[in-house]
T-cell receptor, first 113, second 119 residues
Framework: GESVGLHLPTLSVQEGDNSIINCAYSNSASDYFIWYKQESGKGPQFIIDIRSNMDKRQGQRVTVLLNKTVKHLSLQIAATQPGDSAVYFCAERFTGANSKLTFGKGITLSVRP | GAVVSQHPSWVICKSGTSVKIECRSL??????MFWYRQFPKQSLMLMAT?????????EQGVEKDKFLINHASLTLSTLTVTSAHPEDSSFYIC???????????????FGNGTRLTVT
């Protein structure tokens, strides 16, 4: 079946460096993508989203890139800070009445001081 | 921003008892709420979609008689785990979509989850 997955389970970066978290999706019908951050013991926190008619969207210190040709989504975090340490999930939504959100496996970002 | 509140944040219950988890949208109305389950170091798995005033839609493999969902108002959905067993121990998270929002450009707002431990 089709699924959303991530390439790497963990990512360790030096404080101040840029982080890039990658995600692969396989459902070409998906038209909306979201990145969430989840800290230990908490629910997912919205970071940034992108629609399928876009290939790049920027927020504060974060950028999401969408490559529909290879079904690839990435999250770039500039000047990574200790507070960015968390598990990051990409999620995709299919067009439809309920538009369920399907989550990828998640990747742990660890920021070294 | 939109806030979703879950209660309780954690609960310990004995095997065979039932536990009710509440999910409230505090500053917006939610026609649709979603219930997820998350095991340690795993992703969120959708259990069911709860629509205000109608029956919930359960995902394949989720027992509707075990996980009772009620969405009686635009700001409250409840999940009741009936006859809980140790294997039901998990992190349960709800999310909500604001009423009137287009599914195209509206992210879900998540609660902070409920840690259920069944002894």
């Amino acid at each position: 079946g089709e699924s959303v997955g991530l390439h790497l389970p963990t990512l360790s970066v030096q404080e101040g460096d840029n982080s890039i978290i990658n995600c692969a999706y396989s459902n070409s019908a998906s038209d909306y993508f979201i990145w969430y951050k989840q800290e230990s013991g908490k629910g997912p926190q919205f970071i940034i989203d992108i629609r399928s008619n876009m290939d790049k969207r920027q927020g504060q210190r974060v950028t999401v890139l969408l490559n529909k040709t290879v079904k690839h989504l990435s999250l770039q975090i500039a000047a990574t800070q200790p507070g960015d340490s968390a598990v990051y999930f990409c999620a995709e939504r299919f067009t439809g009445a309920n538009s369920k959100l399907t989550f990828g496996k998640g990747i742990t970002l660890s920021v070294r001081p | 921003g939109a806030v979703v509140s879950q209660h309780p944040s954690w609960v310990i219950c004995k095997s065979g008892t039932s536990v009710k988890i509440e999910c409230r949208s505090l500053d917006f109305q939610a026609t649709t709420m979603f219930w997820y389950r998350q095991f340690p170091k795993q992703s969120l798995m959708l259990m069911a979609t709860s629509n205000e005033g109608s029956k919930a839609t359960y995902e394949q493999g989720v027992e509707k008689d075990k996980f009772l969902i009620n969405h009686a108002s635009l700001t409250l959905s409840t999940l009741t785990v009936t006859s809980a067993h140790p294997e039901d121990s998990s992190f349960y998270i709800c999310s909500a979509r604001e009423a009137g929002s287009s599914s195209y450009n509206s992210p879900l707002h998540f609660g902070n989850g409920t840690r259920l431990t069944v002894t």
